[in-house]
């Protein structure tokens, strides 16, 4: 019970961190040249941080005749997504509407809290508390955001472009205890932080994942990880 307790506290709070971002976008769309509805339409619908973003983002530097950048940018960051739903799919089980409303909340947030716990049930717990948290949490922070648009000023001023990144950095630290995980975490971050720049939206993502998935594949630094002491050898024998 303990345990389900914790789950839903991790998933709450994880949820309250990233909707608080919501408002930073719906007060961006609004200043992009979307109206209220449509920003809300954008959150209902397409519902993934990075690629609203990324949309509001091209669109607002370029206006309808950059809408099909804009469109491209959203879908290339989507893409990660896929990967969260085939990594999902044995967590969340069988059922059609099941797995129709896992698609809609299979996001960062929600995939990172399911595989960090210990068992398939508590990972099924964490995935719709947090997905589901942050659904209902993004949406409504989308609404006030771009309700109150120019009032909150720049919304960086506020610190909740922070927001999200703090709940990923409190999720990943306790998981930093092989070598391999720190050489992944250190890798992502220099290999995204260095094509950013050069690079359009949604490409150093999935270049990042795809350094993951390669060093993962091979165990790369994780073999002494797994290695029996000597000592505990000993033990045994």
């Keep these: 019970m303990s345990q389900r307790r914790e789950v839903w506290r991790e998933g709450f709070g994880v949820a309250i961190a990233t909707s608080a971002y919501g408002i930073s976008f719906g007060a961006l769309a609004v200043a992009s040249g979307l109206d209220i509805w449509q920003t809300c339409v954008l959150s209902l619908l397409m519902f993934t ?13 370029g206006g309808v005749g950059a809408l099909p950048s804009a469109i491209a ?20 089980g069988g059922g059609f509407w099941r797995r129709t409303a896992a698609a809609q909340v299979t996001i960062d947030e929600s995939t990172a809290v399911a595989i960090s716990q210990g068992s398939p049930s508590l990972s099924r717990l964490g995935f719709w508390v947090t997905g589901l948290g942050v659904f209902i949490g993004w ?27 703090a709940a990923f950095l409190a999720l ?26 050069v690079m359009m939206p949604g490409l ?4 990042t994942a795809v350094v993951a998935i390669v060093v ?22």
């Design 49 to 61: 941080g990075g690629s609203q973003f990324a949309f509001i983002g091209v669109f607002g530097a």
């Design 73 to 92: 940018s959203a879908a290339l960051l989507g893409v990660r997504n896929l990967a969260y739903s085939m990594r999902m799919s044995p967590i969340i």
């Design 139 to 165: 949406n409504i922070t989308t609404l006030v955001g771009a309700m109150l648009g120019d009032v909150l000023g720049d919304p960086k001023s506020w610190g909740l472009d922070a927001a999200a990144a």
């Design 172 to 197: 990943l630290w306790p998981r930093l205890k092989q070598r391999q995980a720190i050489a992944v975490g250190v890798a992502a971050a220099v290999i995204a932080a260095s094509l950013t720049p």
């Design 204 to 207: 150093p993502v999935l270049v």
């Design 216 to 237: 993962g594949w091979f165990n790369w630094l994780g073999r002494d990880d797994t290695r029996p002491s000597a000592a505990a050898t000993e033990a045994r024998a």
